[in-house]
């Protein structure tokens, strides 16, 4: 086999080693949500798989290696193909080990396989490719110096160009009919024109037969984008859009207005200002806040760093452009770079299972309040199993940092119960005019502004100010240990509340 062809077989494994190992985390996420323990996982579970294929592959490679390579990669080839078909059970398998076990389980079920056959490509073709002992730290040097660029690229591609336009089935079946290709260059073995062409028409082929999969009645749209699985749903009146599996967003169907109480509790802080002002919303979602808040006459700027959540906000919720001016940017770089001024700052990108830890420490706080009026507010939504949550006395110490006057607003019962607090510091005490909050028997005909009236009602009755946490900082900042069990809690909610096959299907 010459060495040419054998080295594009090397860049075509090593290419789908890490096309394999970030795609993991899209075939786990609407499960598991796309935490740091995911991706702990997923990444032990490729070293662990290529360091054993590695070993196996270096016992098998005399002799009949050259015979064993296009095997071992059709071999895996065929697993990949099965991944779709296999998650189900592979997650079920799992259910019962708990978050963390079950994560683990998953992705060796999945994905240790066909990256240990994977792994074995290597020194197979590093004995294919030696003629003499003199050869084999150049060969050696070679293999893996293609290797790993290949998956540099793949890595590169599959984030920012193949997930967002190929979806995750169709991509699958790439990298299986790619893989079936290196097996086909592997056996013919000697022209460097026909593995290219096999690889264009795997490629072509994969996407006619992968295709998109037809959307399970219920589920109006499912997309891929760069940062999470994103998925509109109607259930019993209600929308929901989902985010790596995590609700994010829940609307009445017909009437379009929120059914989270934190929305509700967020717009009291409009009632803590004599006239209309400006909110910046970090995190967009479905544009449930922002539409409440450009009701009541605010200007609304919202920061939202993914595109195809801003294309389901507009498509599915109802966004207008006179709701909000969007602003496609990471959070914190805004903070940093924009030089306008708020009346109120609310981060509100915690709607998945991962808290994005850098939106929780001093020094974003410090960011935000740059980016204050005089009386100004900072706010954010966090998800807490309780009041009392661990997380919440740790933001509440971590904006008191910021702020001297810090307060909670709790919008779910019983107070330990899964929910949402509002937690929000100024310079100035926080006490609405109670009478601004509404009135709940004026609003009984109208359903919506009721529910609206005892949200803000009940979460300002019950304000309490949790202050035995410790300080979050760029340097220091555990939220993802917490935030495994609120995930948790979360994810065994939203499946009672939906059906499997519109979460998963």
Known sequence: MRRPSLLLV?????????????????????????????????????????????????????????????VVLIAAGLWVVAIPWLRSPAIHVATSLGLRGAVITAAMLLFFPPLLLLGMVSPIAIRLATRDVDEVGRVSGDVFAVSTLASVVAAIATGFVLIPQLGITRLLWIVALTLFAAAAVAAAGSRVRTPALLLTLAAGTGAAIAGRAPLTPGVLARAESSYAEIRTIDFKGMRYLLLDGGTHTIVNQTTGAPRQPYVYAAETAVELFDRPGRLLLLGLGGGATAQVFARRQWEVDAVEIDTRVVDAARRWFGLKPYHARVIVDEARRYLKTSQERYDVVFFDAFGSAAIPFHLVTREAFAEARARLRPGGIVMLNVETIGWQDPLAHAIVATLGTAFPHVVALPTDEPPDALGNVIVMGSDRVLDPPRERLGDPVATLPDEDEHFAVLSRLHAWDNRYHPGHGRVLTDDWNPVDLRAEEINRAARRWLHMALPDSLVRG
């Not at 070993?55 to 290696?65: D, E, Y």
């Open 10 to 70: 090397v860049a075509l494994s090593g290419a789908s080693v890490l096309v394999l190992e970030i795609l993991g985390t899209r075939v786990l996420g609407p499960f598991y949500g796309v935490s740091l323990f995911l991706w702990s996982a997923l990444i032990g579970v490729t070293l662990a798989a290529l360091a054993i294929g590695y070993a196996v592959g270096g016992r098998i490679a005399s002799g009949s290696g050259a015979t064993r390579l296009p």
